[in-house]
């Protein structure tokens, strides 16, 4: 069990490092091999969809809220708005919502 | 050559501007939620300026919130950063090959979805400098912004804390989504990623599978997911355009 909280940072730390720069230092040809290649441009994707539904829906202090700010940041997305500009609407809008519900 | 390098990181820091005024809404909202989930203001800051990576922190402080381990902690990690795996090997080759050693490193430490995009989309090979320029602005938004959140997360009020709360997933679906118009193959593995996400959770709360935790849940989703549309659907060669429309 992790019971040193530094220690478990420092570790994720290094993981995560390591992902980045092993292959800038070791690699000079890129990875031939669909399946990897594949594999590994789907992943992003997959482990951002999972960890955001329906996790989003359990992320404000009500369900509605969270509901309205999914189809806000949808939308958006789907509408290309800049990244900070999605997170800032979807903010507005739970605020907004709870404003009214409260 | 100077000069040259000073306008390279000039470059780096005005692209890196707007990704770190964004870090820093999000990191402020992870901010939050790591001293919900009982970490202290200085153990969150030195988290974001060790790891710069918003997936694998807000994982790591979902884990460290109901207990885990170690080796629960690293695997998280090592899944849901390898995407930083493919994303370094394109880097590789977007470097000059005299690129140094040192250099490898520390442009390394500041490979992010973000910092990804908007250097794949430098015209010709790419200078250090340009990260370096980059890095400067976004991990200090990163990192300010976690502090911030954390000591003043529990001074603002609930509905504020609320509202801010989505800001990281709308910050995922803002890097998810426009890829998935162009192309019908990441929609679809959208729409299922999160439909089996749900389905799954529902499964574990149905059966109370306790042992099947968070990350765990990630993991094996993303593995067993991403392989099967890795066989069923290998990407071209243009997938590292699509790629690049994440930032």
């Known amino acids: 069990m992790v019971n040193n909280i530094v220690l478990a940072i420092v570790v994720m730390a290094l993981v995560t490092y390591l992902i980045r720069v092993t292959p800038l230092v070791l690699i000079r040809r890129e990875i031939k091999n669909r399946t990897v290649r594949s594999f590994l441009y789907y992943v992003?994707?997959?482990?951002?969809?999972?960890?955001?539904?329906?996790?989003?829906?359990?992320?404000?202090?009500?369900?509605?809220?969270?509901?309205?700010?999914?189809?806000?940041?949808?939308?958006?997305?789907?509408?290309?708005?800049?990244?900070?500009?999605?997170?800032?609407?979807?903010c507005v809008t739970v605020f907004a919502v709870e404003t009214l519900l409260f | 050559m100077k000069s040259e390098w000073k306008i390279w990181f000039l470059r780096g820091l005005r692209d890196g501007v707007p990704i770190g005024l964004g870090y820093f809404a999000v990191a402020f909202a992870l901010g939050i939620q790591a001293s919900g989930a009982g970490l202290t203001a200085w153990?969150?800051?030195?988290?974001?300026?060790?790891?710069?990576?918003?997936?694998?922190?807000?994982?790591?402080?979902?884990?460290l919130g109901v207990g885990t381990t170690y080796v629960e902690?690293?695997?998280?990690?090592?899944?849901?950063?390898?995407?930083?795996?493919?994303?370094?090997?394109?880097?590789?080759?977007?470097?000059?090959?005299?690129?140094?050693?040192?250099?490898?490193?520390?442009?390394?430490y500041g490979v992010t979805d973000e910092i990804f995009g908007i250097s794949m989309?430098?015209?010709?090979?790419?200078?250090?400098?340009?990260?370096?320029?980059?890095?400067?602005v976004a991990v200090p938004g990163w990192?300010?912004?976690?502090?911030l959140g954390a000591v003043l997360g529990n001074i603002l009020p609930l509905r504020a804390v609320s509202a801010l709360g989505v800001a990281l997933y709308a910050m995922f679906l803002a890097i998810i989504l426009p890829p998935a118009r162009k192309?019908?193959?990441?929609?679809?593995?959208?729409?299922?990623?999160?439909?089996?996400?749900?389905?799954?959770?529902?499964l574990v709360k149905r059966f109370a599978l306790d042992g099947f935790s968070e990350g765990f849940r990630i993991i094996v989703l993303t593995v067993?997911?991403?392989?099967?549309?890795?066989?069923?659907?290998?990407?071209?060669?243009?997938?590292?355009?699509?790629?690049r429309d994440g930032e």
């Open chain 2, 121 to 136: 989309g430098v015209e010709g090979k790419l200078s250090p400098a340009y990260s370096y320029g980059a890095i400067a």
């Open chain 2, 183 to 202: 192309s019908k193959v990441i929609a679809g593995l959208i729409v299922v990623s999160m439909l089996a996400s749900a389905g799954l959770l529902l």
């Open chain 2, 143 to 147: 990192t300010l912004g976690t502090l």
């Open chain 2, 43 to 63: 153990q969150s800051t030195l988290m974001s300026v060790l790891n710069v990576t918003s997936a694998g922190e807000a994982a790591a402080i979902g884990l």
């Open chain 1, 44 to 90: 992003p994707y997959v482990t951002l969809s999972v960890m955001t539904f329906p996790a989003i829906l359990s992320a404000t202090a009500v369900l509605w809220s969270a509901l309205a700010a999914l189809v806000v940041a949808v939308v958006l997305s789907l509408c290309r708005c800049k990244l900070p500009v999605v997170a800032l609407a979807a």
């Open chain 2, 73 to 108: 902690l690293a695997f998280t990690q090592l899944v849901i950063n390898i995407r930083y795996l493919l994303m370094s090997c394109s880097l590789s080759q977007k470097i000059a090959p005299e690129t140094s050693v040192l250099h490898r490193m520390l442009i390394g």
């Open chain 2, 224 to 243: 067993t997911i991403s392989l099967v549309a890795a066989i069923l659907f290998p990407v071209k060669e243009e997938g590292r355009e699509a790629a």
